[in-house]
């Protein structure tokens, strides 16, 4: 069974803050996807890495994927109180085929 | 359209009742999926669906039933549940399974209550 460690699990920061989560596996994903998930909602895509070593920017979101393809990070710039929400990285290809392997998940808090 | 849609948006239900969450999609994908939240937790896989087959099913209770009558509709019927499988139900699609960057749309979800 493949597995993603993510962390942190909680994050409470102050606006303008940056911050990094992290999610790390000893298995090797084809890709490596960013949601986020905010109240009532259900999970939207940010942004999907697919090369070793990619780095991909989206406003002021920063995600890279391992050289290796078994890890990934998404780092913010300036947090807003609109970037609070449950952020999820999630793991395609290796052995688990035909369905993503989710980490558990930030609760990412930005306080005004 | 990139929309997922399901309804309802909120359910109640007794233990004995009988119901049925509804997915749609309209983005002409291939697989679609189940997944079961609680709070603050990542989605759990249910099932899968692949051209309108089965294609995984989690070892899911029974209790839990999936349909999936054409290409852009996913049904769950709902039996006997318990106040455990209270939870958020999301139906997810995808262009086809498998593909590399897998990538799923998810819809805003279904809120399950069991009395």
């Known amino acids: 069974t493949q597995l993603l460690e993510q962390s942190p699990q909680f994050l409470s920061i102050q606006e303008g803050e940056n911050l990094t989560v992290y999610c790390n596996s000893s298995s090797v994903f084809s890709s490596l996807q960013w949601y986020r998930q905010e109240p009532g909602e259900g999970p939207v895509l940010l942004v999907t890495v697919v090369t070793g070593g990619e780095v991909k920017k989206l406003k002021r979101l920063t995600f890279q994927f391992g050289d290796a393809r078994k890890d990934s990070s998404l780092h913010i710039t300036a947090a807003q109180p609109g970037d609070t929400g449950l952020y999820l990285c999630a793991g395609a290809g290796g052995t688990s085929y035909g369905k993503l392997t989710f980490g558990q998940g930030t609760i990412l808090t930005v306080h005004p | 359209d990139t929309e997922v849609t399901q309804t309802p948006k909120h359910l109640v239900m007794g233990m004995t009742n009988k119901k049925s969450l509804k997915c749609e999609q309209h983005?002409?994908?291939?697989?679609m999926y189940w997944y079961k939240q609680k709070a603050k937790k990542p989605p759990e896989l249910m099932f899968v669906y692949s051209y309108e087959k089965l294609s995984i099913n989690e070892s899911v209770p029974s209790r839990f039933s999936p349909e999936c009558p054409n290409s852009s509709l996913l049904n769950l019927h709902l039996h006997a549940l318990q106040p455990e499988d209270s939870a958020l139900y999301l139906c997810?699609?995808?262009?086809?399974?498998?593909?590399?960057?897998?990538?799923?749309?998810f819809g805003e979800g279904s809120r399950l209550t069991v009395l």
């Open positions: 997810a699609s995808s262009q086809v399974q498998g593909a590399v960057t897998g990538e799923l749309f």
């Open positions: 983005m002409g994908h291939r697989a």
